[in-house]
């Protein structure tokens, strides 16, 4: 006598039975394959790929073949990809501090007792739900062009707004404001650990005479350091790969200002069709994006405070 | 009771798979049959040469299907284009149908912004749609040894090539193969939005010495905003040429070779440069910071502030359409003051392809047939892909009047003008493209990155790049 899932007894020949027993012993495997499938095959197989193509000339219509470290070396040799490098660092050192900085001051405030708080935490939140379509470029255009929204309302005061998408100096920052307002996702795991934080030490704070912003910096940010750390990371990581902004608003101009290094390793697989270089660009990214997630995790011990630390 | 229903599903699932099966065989034999009878037709048509002009006389009639096993089969179509052209062509996938009722076209249709990225990656992989509509270009760029492509040739039964010079085919014909057969032929000529022109009292204008002359009046009467034509950098780069190429009277590149030095082309970009010192074009940072996607969607063309353009003819309706109310938009004239020469090149527009992995080539011959030679798809598509190169497309469009004026108009006048080759690896994407050495050069010098000398260097070794490969 064996039973089913359900509970039923059913009657098994000793082959059935073992195959049951198999089904049964693997049955967490089976619920994982379809993951572990796509995980195989949409990200390990092209990331190996990748790094094999990395050393190869590979053209998508002329073969390929092997030229060792060459894209390498083209890589550090040619200013335009030089440049993209050094934009996305600036772009990610804009972006991922005000981002981080602005969804935590929502999230504070919307931590508080306000009416009407459910609608303003939606209201935050629906920007991030937008993502980077054209609905948003057009937006986003109609607010930074010459004659837009922004340099109109500049104008009632008197100023005379610079061009934000034509001048090299502003188009990052157009871009880098574009991330920054979607910082929903942020602040809602913000608002979860400023939830977290036991009310007992405010009181106890606020009878000790510690105002609001003391209490902030001495209660708040400590106690939500994993969270602040895990935006960082994850941030980070998002900043380094950024592609919707830059393709939509701006198409890497002007002159090359706001090319990514993602928006770059597209135009080099998908429009030069030179998909060797391309997949150097991106191995060349994947290390430095390595670096700099290490050197986050290495500085935890200074900053993060973990709550099991403490009771050690 | 659930094991009756098991065995059931099972058995019915069984039966479908049979069938499907069942399907793709039948399908795959109707394919060699067909080959089979079109070898046979071959064989026929060399015996028996009255038959070929029969053949002649019916070249606006439907296709001969005799050869069809009438399967049902189901192919896929592509293109890119705007909404009157996705209309019209649906209107006409509909119409096919009706008429080839065992075929079913599946439309894939989108605008032009991401298209050539997607079909490059479809063509790499082999899972591009069965018919095409493609750029000439991507003959040499996706196909130079022919493998993305079938050969046309073998489909001459079908598709009535006698339709179409042997010029305009030689055009489409690499690796000895004829590759696409070419919907249109396109070259760049001036548009005026007479309207301003007007309004700042002065002709449009006819040569060099009226065009800086209106530059100033625009300034002067209109203000700062106004510019007789508005030039991109792929605009600049093109008039570029034609200024070149009427000055020295050699094509732009020649047996895969630059005709041109460091030196001429620096005479070229200070002719561009001119156009924006004199108010005549606005700079590309102006243009840029008007926010707008491309010229036909920037206010500043809609509203008349911009009172021209250097566009090809087979896209000039979709600037006369997005033009406020009221304001008149005409042909130009080619400045004859350029140079001693007739510079400039025509090209195809487009091009139908079928791909070289369909299960269904004669099919996807048949709606080619259909969309270029047969009344009832060109009555239907009309000029949406420039004036039919195709002899008895345009006898239709010109005996029922179904053709746009003002495209027409354009059309004649930069045929019975262009004079010089256009090399297809002007249009390669490393050169074309918004990240490419064209806008490098172009909006390098506007900004003032570049000095002339350095833009023509630019222009110089990214073209002899993209040559050498």
């Not at chain 2, 919907?183 to 040569?207: E, L």
């Not at chain 2, 190169?389 to 009047?401: D, Q, Y």
Request: hydrophobic residues 45%.
């Amino acid at each position: 006598m064996a039973k089913n899932v359900s509970g039923i007894s059913i009657e098994a020949s000793p082959g059935k039975s073992k195959i049951k027993k198999n089904l049964r012993r693997n049955i967490g495997f089976i619920y994982v394959l379809p993951w572990l499938i796509g995980f195989l095959v949409f990200r390990l197989y092209p990331f190996i790929s990748s790094f094999f193509y990395s050393f190869t000339d590979f053209q998508l219509f002329d073969g390929i073949k092997e030229v060792g470290l060459m894209n390498y070396k083209e890589i550090f040799a040619s200013p335009k990809i030089m440049k993209a490098f050094n934009v996305t660092f600036k772009y990610a050192f804009i972006t991922v501090p005000l981002k981080l900085a602005i969804s935590l001051f929502i999230a504070y405030i919307l931590n508080f007792k306000l009416k009407g708080v459910k609608l303003f935490r939606t209201a935050y939140y629906i920007p991030s739900i937008l993502g980077g379509s054209v609905a948003i470029a057009v937006l986003w255009k109609a607010v930074f062009r010459d004659d837009g929204l922004l340099n109109t309302a500049l104008a009632f005061f008197g100023v005379e707004g610079p061009q934000w998408l034509s001048d090299p100096s502003y188009a990052l920052f157009v871009i880098s404001l574009l991330r920054v307002w979607q910082f929903g996702s942020a602040m809602v795991i913000f608002l979860a650990a400023l939830k977290a934080v036991p009310n007992d030490l405010y009181e106890a704070a606020a009878i000790d005479g510690a105002g609001r912003g003391r209490q902030f910096l001495s209660i708040t940010i400590p106690i939500i350091t994993p969270v602040v750390f895990y935006n960082l990371v994850t941030q980070l990581c998002q900043a380094f790969q950024e592609f919707n902004g830059p393709y939509i608003i701006t198409q890497g101009g002007p002159r090359n200002s706001t090319t990514l290094i993602s928006l770059l390793i597209y135009n080099n697989a998908f429009k030069s069709y030179e998909m060797g270089m391309a997949s150097a660009m991106a191995w060349l990214m994947f290390i430095i994006l390595t670096v700099f997630t290490v050197i986050a995790f290495l500085s935890q011990k200074y900053w993060v405070h973990y709550s099991d630390e403490e009771a050690k | 009771m659930k094991r009756i229903a098991t065995l059931l599903l099972a058995l019915i699932m069984v039966l479908s798979l049979a069938a499907c099966g069942k399907d793709n065989t039948d399908a795959e034999t109707g394919g060699v049959t067909k080959k089979e009878d079109t070898a046979k037709t071959d064989d026929t048509k060399k015996e028996d040469t009255k038959k070929e002009d029969t053949k002649k006389e019916d070249a606006s009639k439907p296709a001969d299907d005799t050869a069809d096993t009438k399967e049902p089969v189901t192919i896929k179509f592509s293109w890119w284009g705007g909404d009157s052209r996705h209309e019209a062509t649906l209107a006409a996938i509909e119409k096919f149908q009706e008429t080839y009722d065992w075929i079913t076209v599946e439309p894939q249709y989108g605008a032009w912004s991401g298209w050539e990225e997607s079909m490059a990656t479809a063509f790499a992989t082999k899972t591009a749609p069965d018919v095409n509509q493609i750029n000439w270009n991507w003959i040499t760029s996706f196909s130079s040894d022919g493998s993305a492509f079938k050969d046309l040739n073998e489909y001459s039964d079908t598709i009535k090539l006698e339709n179409f010079s042997k010029s305009s085919l030689d055009l489409c014909t690499l690796a000895g193969e004829l590759q696409a057969i070419p919907v249109s032929m396109t070259g760049r000529i001036f548009y005026w939005n007479k309207t301003t022109f007007d309004k700042a009292g002065i002709a449009t204008p006819t040569n060099l010495a009226e065009l800086y002359a209106a530059g100033e009046t625009f300034k002067n009467v209109l203000g700062d905003d106004y510019y007789p034509i508005s030039l991109g950098e792929y605009d600049r780069m093109i008039l570029m040429v034609y200024y070149l190429e009427s000055v020295y009277g050699k094509a732009w590149v020649v047996d895969n070779e630059l005709q041109y030095t460091a030196e001429e082309i620096q005479k070229g970009l200070e002719f561009i440069q001119s156009l924006e010192d004199a108010h005549v074009t606005p700079s590309i940072q102006t243009i840029t910071g008007d926010g707008a996607e491309s010229l036909d969607k920037n206010p500043k063309w809609m509203e008349g502030k911009y009172a021209g353009i250097f566009e090809w003819d087979s896209s000039a309706s979709k600037f006369q359409k997005a033009l406020a109310e009221g304001q008149e938009f005409i042909v130009g004239e080619y400045m004859k003051d350029m140079g001693d020469y007739q510079g400039g090149y025509a090209k195809v527009s487009l091009a139908f392809a079928i791909s070289e992995t369909t299960p269904y080539p004669e099919e996807c011959a048949l709606l080619i047939n259909f969309l270029l030679n047969e009344d009832a798809g060109v009555e239907i598509m009309k000029s949406e892909r420039g004036i039919p190169l195709s002899k008895n497309g345009l006898e239709v469009c010109l005996n029922k009047g179904l053709l746009d004026t003002t495209v027409a108009e354009a059309n004649v006048k930069v045929l019975s003008w262009v004079s010089f080759p256009l090399d297809p690896k002007f249009e390669a994407a490393e050169l074309k493209n918004s990240d490419g050495i064209y806008f490098d050069a172009m909006s390098g010098l506007s900004y003032g990155d570049y000095s002339l000398a350095d833009a023509a260097q630019v222009l110089v070794d990214g073209i002899k790049a993209a040559l050498a490969k």
